[in-house]
């Protein structure tokens, strides 16, 4: 079963390490939980996802999420985003902004620790700095942080 504080302990962590990351993007965030997280913390906040079904009053994008989106974030976030994963890391590294992703399953089918690398990799790959961190809670909890 998941962690139910997954998404504040995401949240407050996302706003200790970028305290001037005021506007987000959070790819693949499904309901909004992390938004609405995000929001009650300062922060505008923007949800992409397909799912009809979402948290009231958020700001929500239902539609995929693309490296041709305009880049109107200081941030770009995932919290479980499976295949968007990738996405979320190729997509700072083109428009220069940092991103936090909290990693579950892999897009291609790799196993979970040489996922984490290749992420860690491919963020290195595009000129950032990628440093790991754990959130105290039960579940995948290993965040990967680019600058």
């Given at each position: 079963m998941a962690d139910k504080r997954r998404f504040d302990l995401f949240a407050d962590l996302l706003v200790a390490r970028y305290p001037g990351a005021l506007r987000v993007?959070?790819?693949?965030?499904?309901?909004?939980?992390?938004?609405?997280?995000?929001?009650?913390?300062?922060?505008?906040?923007?949800?992409?996802?397909?799912?009809?079904?979402?948290?009231?009053?958020?700001?929500?994008?239902?539609?995929?999420?693309?490296?041709?989106?305009?880049?109107?974030?200081?941030?770009?976030?995932?919290?479980?985003?499976d295949g968007a994963t990738r996405l979320i890391v190729e997509y700072a590294g083109k428009h220069g902004i940092p991103f936090a992703v909290v990693p579950c399953c892999s897009d291609n089918s790799m196993p979970y620790k040489p996922w984490m690398r290749h992420l860690k990799e491919l963020g290195e790959s595009l000129g950032m700095q990628v440093d790991e961190v754990e959130l105290p809670m039960g579940g995948r909890a290993r965040v990967l942080l680019g600058r």
């Open positions: 993007f959070d790819v693949a965030g499904g309901m909004g939980m992390l938004n609405e997280a995000l929001t009650l913390r300062g922060r505008t906040c923007t949800t992409y996802d397909v799912r009809h079904k979402r948290l009231p009053g958020l700001k929500f994008e239902e539609r995929l999420f693309t490296l041709d989106e305009p880049c109107g974030a200081d941030l770009v976030v995932g919290m479980h985003a």
